[in-house]
């Protein structure tokens, strides 16, 4: 079975510009969080959707939403850039919402200028 | 709010030497807690879980772990450390209803031949 792709692995934007990730789970898997990975502050959640609801969100800034497709997709969008978003961006997926195991793609590498 | 210590930033052990990754966690109902690896520019690998049941808890690679409620602690270890294990390894306690992770800042192990 594949795993949690992410798509694109790399990209290079500028301040006040704006970015979507796409994540695509383990064929089945109906959960989808993402997270945000930096030097300073480690491992953050940023939000879940579970059948194309959002089940639960961590604490960021409005610019960062994201949306769920009936197909388990989802994708993430970061409006108006700053230079503290650059990350690694990771999706992970589960069969279910609820402390379910979650499987981890490879990560967007996001790099504002 | 949930919350995961790991102590150690930095570790290094030699090659064949035993180990052990300390994890503390704070939460207040009976956690999901999880050890991720991750290797540099890749994402996070499970290597195992605690749900229920059983303390001491097997994983991939030769990884077990043991939980002990009355230390709010969840350590790795693994008997014998091969240099393919140097990464970094992440703590992670989730919460019973929803998927939201709360991660350790993490331990860089450091394997020396």
């Known amino acids: 079975k594949a795993g949690v792709t992410q798509t694109p692995r790399y990209l290079i934007k500028t301040r006040g510009q704006q970015v979507t990730l796409s994540c695509s789970p383990i064929s089945g898997h109906r959960s989808v969080s993402w997270y945000q990975q930096t030097p300073g502050q480690g491992l953050q959640f940023l939000f879940e959707y579970f059948s194309e609801t959002q089940r639960n969100k961590g604490n960021f800034p409005g610019r960062f939403s994201g949306r769920q497709f009936s197909n388990s997709r989802s994708e993430m969008n970061v409006s108006t850039l700053e230079l503290g978003d650059s990350a690694l961006y990771l999706c992970?997926?589960?069969?279910?919402?609820?402390?379910?195991?979650?499987?981890f793609g490879p990560g967007t590498r996001l790099t504002v200028l | 709010a949930q919350s995961v210590t790991q102590p150690d930033i930095h570790i290094t052990v030699s090659e064949g030497a035993s180990l052990e990754l300390r994890c503390n966690y704070s939460?207040?109902?009976?956690?999901?807690l999880f050890w991720y690896v991750q290797s540099p520019g890749q994402g996070l690998q499970l290597l195992l879980k605690?749900?229920?049941?059983?303390?001491l808890v097997q994983g991939i690679k030769g990884f077990e772990a043991e939980f002990k409620r009355s230390q709010s602690s969840f350590n790795l270890r693994k008997p014998s450390v091969h240099w393919s294990d140097a990464a970094e390894y992440f703590c992670?306690?989730?919460?019973?209803?929803?998927?939201?992770?709360?991660f350790g800042a993490g331990t860089i192990l450091r394997v020396k031949s």
């Open positions: 992670a306690v989730a919460m019973e209803y929803g998927n939201k992770l709360v």
């Open positions: 939460y207040g109902a009976t956690p999901y």
């Open positions: 992970a997926s589960s069969l279910a919402s609820g402390g379910d195991t979650q499987y």
């Open positions: 605690y749900f229920s049941g059983d303390t």
